[in-house]
């Protein structure tokens, strides 16, 4: 189980220029934005990157939004654990369960995944904002993420399974993101 006290949330590569080439895009954007708030409400701390920024564009603006309190690792590795920068920040939340997002699901989610794992991180893949530019692709990343021993689950299962409770301000909050 997802706890506040041991989670890190992963955004990988959600730029503008890619995100545009993405399959569900609309939906894909949607979601990673309410993980990004649910994680920001909910005090787990947010580590995003950003594949090769001057090609790609940075960051979509409703990502971006709700992380004006730090900046990306720039990144040019497909793997996030390739970035040196990256690992640093990781290693530096001292958290050991990491929720995964972003794109593309086969290529930059995936590798990372399989790497997290490599260096003994619980992996936690939020299915349903990763992507592709195609769903059979999007669908691969998300098989092999699973082989790799990453746990598939979705940005409510993820925020209510932290959240443990139906009460507090946290609750609502959450609720409201959701809905």
């Known amino acids: ?7 890190v949330l992963i955004v990988i ?15 894909l954007a949607k979601k990673a934005a309410q993980m990004v708030h649910g994680a920001k409400v909910l005090g787990i701390p947010v ?7 001057n090609g790609l564009g940075s ?9 004006v309190d730090s900046h990306p690792v720039v990144k040019f590795s497909f793997s ?9 920040v990781v290693k530096g939340c001292g958290r050991k369960q990491v929720l995964v997002l972003g794109i ?13 794992k490599e260096l003994g991180y619980e992996v936690h893949v939020v299915s349903d904002a990763v992507s592709s530019r195609t769903k059979e692709n999007r669908a ?3 098989e092999r993420a699973k082989q790799a021993g ?10 209510f399974e932290m959240l443990k409770v139906a009460h507090g301000d946290s609750f609502k909050q959450i609720l409201n993101i959701v809905k």
């Not at 960051?59 to 992380?67: A, F, G, H, M, S």
Request: with cysteine; glycine share 2%; hydrophobic share 40%.
């Open 13 to 27: 590569d959600m730029q503008e220029k890619l995100a545009k080439a993405m399959h569900d895009r609309e939906n």
């Open 104 to 116: 593309e699901s086969h290529v930059c989610v995936c590798q990372t995944i399989i790497d997290l």
């Open 80 to 88: 996030c654990c390739g970035e040196p920068k990256f690992m640093e």
């Open 47 to 53: 580590i995003w990157t950003e594949q090769n920024p």
């Open 59 to 67: 960051t979509l603006p409703e990502i971006r939004e709700r992380l």
């Open 150 to 159: 990453a746990t598939i689950t979705s940005v409510e299962m993820a925020l």
């Open 1 to 7: 189980m997802l706890t506040v006290e041991n989670t």
């Open 140 to 142: 691969v990343g998300l």
